[in-house]
């Protein structure tokens, strides 16, 4: 019930493309949910998030869209840019209920030239 | 620039050594996480450290030993380690009162011979 299930593994994304990235949870004690995106190298990095009572959130080319009812979110990046390639992880937690937050398995995205 | 240091960033140890990892945060959090990440996967929390006090401890072996001596520092000390402990360890750190973002430092790739 912890789990958060993140799909595709992997994406290969054309430049001007759209990536997108579909992630699931079963915990509906869940009620935020933040993307974070990791280079080669570096430490992930909070890109975006939503709270389960918006049905969306843009940020410049990115945009999580969120289903409460399928419990069901994801993320889509617009124009995707060859410097957009990196992994991206979903995740989910409930602040009030202390400080685990359980992370999606990753996408490792390819946006070609 | 992440606002989360940790150092080294590169560590090779053999299995007798004694070594520590240091992080470092100024932006008056008053949580702070160890995580484990290997290759291709998601970080693993190890611990949390709230006000200074372990929070957490996700059944972690005894041969990594945290310590946090004061609200922005926080080590973490190795020793008797194993080589499938080579792995990024990531330093977190998160607000008060914990709103769900996680802040990581760029990791420390530690190499167990």
């Known amino acids: 019930q912890q789990q958060v299930k993140q799909s595709p593994q992997s994406l290969i994304v054309q430049k001007g493309g759209i990536s997108i990235i579909n992630c699931a949870y079963e915990n509906t004690a869940f009620d935020y949910f933040p993307w974070y995106q990791q280079f080669p190298g570096k430490g992930p990095a909070l890109l975006i998030a939503?709270?389960?009572?918006?049905s969306e959130k843009k940020e410049g080319r990115f945009t999580i869209s969120f289903n409460k009812s399928a419990k069901q979110f994801s993320l889509h990046i617009m124009d995707s840019q060859p410097g957009d390639s990196a992994t991206y992880f979903c995740?989910?937690?409930?602040?009030?209920?202390?400080?685990?937050?359980?992370f999606g398995a990753g996408t490792r995205l390819f946006v070609k030239a | 620039d992440t606002e989360v240091t940790q150092t080294p960033k590169h560590l090779v140890m053999g299995m007798t050594n004694k070594k520590s990892l240091k992080c470092e945060q100024h932006?008056?959090?008053?949580?702070m996480y160890w995580y484990k990440q290997k290759a291709k996967k998601p970080p693993e929390l190890m611990f949390v450290y709230s006000y200074e006090k372990l929070s957490i401890n996700e059944s972690v072996p005894s041969r990594f030993s945290p310590e946090c001596p004061n609200s922005s520092l926080l080590n973490l000390h190795l020793h008797a380690l194993q080589p499938e402990d080579s792995a990024l360890y990531l330093c977190?750190?998160?607000?008060?009162?914990?709103?769900?973002?996680?802040?990581f430092g760029e990791g420390s790739r530690l190499t167990v011979l």
């Open positions: 977190a750190s998160s607000h008060p009162g914990y709103t769900g973002e996680l802040f």
């Open positions: 939503i709270r389960p009572d918006v």
């Open positions: 932006m008056g959090h008053r949580a």
């Open positions: 995740a989910a937690t409930q602040p009030t209920g202390g400080f685990k937050t359980i």
